[in-house]
């Protein structure tokens, strides 16, 4: 990747001249089955571009309330577009109830904002890297148009679901309007993610790009980092796919750990601490010790995160890891209650 990107022919991106970026957004858009493609410098600003892309301020769009876009984006399509987010309960899985989307779509009243955009996340982070089947797109892609919505999927981690599926990423998107997904995480590229929709969308893309002060000029090094990114790296994530669920299976066994192995599709890891002597703070500062890094996300889950870098041998490193530290604290604390 570092080769390419020092041999990667360049030119000004700000006047569509750089013919590596040219080349990484044509790829994508046929990776993807879109018309068109647009390359930015993240996950974050490419559902910024696409929401404010969508809608204008005032404008409401229906979004999951475990969402990257609603919980971890600093709310941007607000605080910069005046778009209002109308929350909606994430199941489980990672799918928002249909049912509740669509009383969630605005009556024509002027009291009310008007609803224009439904975002899924594919595959949804917060719920653990779960995976939105082709039928589910397919039915809120349905949804959302029968009442003249777009639908604009933050498929960030498309890639890890497309795999975990067995399906072409282009079937995921079949009938979707836009989506921007990230060539850095999974894929290994330092910087960048490619949104995808029809001509006239990724127009006002680039244009909302420029205003948000993403215009690139010699690009093509980032783009010869996501060309390599979408042509060898999209098949390995089987192995972050199953290296998880190997660790999933492994620290299951250990005493306070719960986690349902078989929920584990893609390369997270979500589990729940139940010891009443370790927090999750605690655990991560003690795995970080031994050289294991992940973080707490509240106060009784943790988050794991499997890589191009770690190897099914270090799997079996990570679970002694959380043996060692998991029974240390019990030892140490031996009047204690254990759970
Ligand atoms: C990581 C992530 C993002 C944001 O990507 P950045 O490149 O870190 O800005 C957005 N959505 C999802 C689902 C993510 O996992």
Redesign the pocket.
């Known amino acids: 990747m570092r080769g390419a990107m020092a041999a990667a022919a360049v030119g000004d991106d700000v006047y569509g001249e750089d013919p590596t970026v040219n080349r990484l957004e044509a790829m994508t858009a046929e990776l993807l089955g879109k018309e068109a493609a647009v390359l930015v410098s993240?996950?974050?600003?490419g559902?910024l571009v696409s929401v404010l892309s969508h809608c204008g301020r005032g404008d409401e769009m229906i979004v999951g309330d475990q969402a990257?876009?609603f919980l971890?984006?600093q709310g941007g399509a607000a605080a910069l577009g005046g778009v209002h987010p109308r929350s909606v309960p994430t199941a489980p899985d990672g799918t928002l109830d249909l049912a509740t989307v669509e009383e969630s779509i605005r009556a024509d009243d002027e009291h009310y904002p008007r609803t224009r955009l439904l975002t899924l996340?594919n595959t949804?982070?917060g719920s653990g890297g779960r995976s939105l089947s082709v039928a589910y797109m397919d039915a809120a892609s349905a949804l959302a148009h029968r009442h003249d919505l777009k639908l604009h999927v933050?498929g960030?981690?498309l890639w890890n679901a497309a795999v975990a599926l067995n399906v072409a990423p282009a079937r995921l998107l079949q009938e979707v309007d836009s989506a921007s997904l990230?060539l850095?995480?999974g894929l290994g590229a330092p910087v960048g993610?490619v949104i995808v929709g029809d001509p006239e969308f990724i127009r006002r893309a680039r244009r909302m790009r420029k205003i948000l002060g993403g215009g690139m000029r010699q690009a093509g090094i980032i783009a010869a980092a996501g060309i390599v990114a979408i042509t060898e790296m999209i098949e390995r994530l089987a192995d972050d796919h199953a290296n998880a669920h190997t660790l999933a299976q492994g620290i299951s066994q250990l005493d306070g750990i719960s986690i349902d192995p078989a929920v584990v599709e893609t390369d997270i890891v979500i589990f729940e601490l139940r010891r009443d002597d370790l927090t999750p703070a605690q655990l991560s500062a003690g795995l970080k010790e031994l050289g294991v890094l992940l973080n707490p996300i509240d106060s009784t889950h943790l988050r794991a995160v499997t890589n191009l870098h770690v190897t099914a041998a270090d799997i079996e490193r990570v679970i002694d890891a959380f043996a060692r530290v998991l029974g240390s604290r019990g030892d140490s604390d031996s009047d204690g209650v254990r759970v």
């Open positions: 993240s996950g974050t600003m559902n990257h876009i971890s984006e996340e949804h982070n933050d960030a981690r990230c850095s995480k993610s």
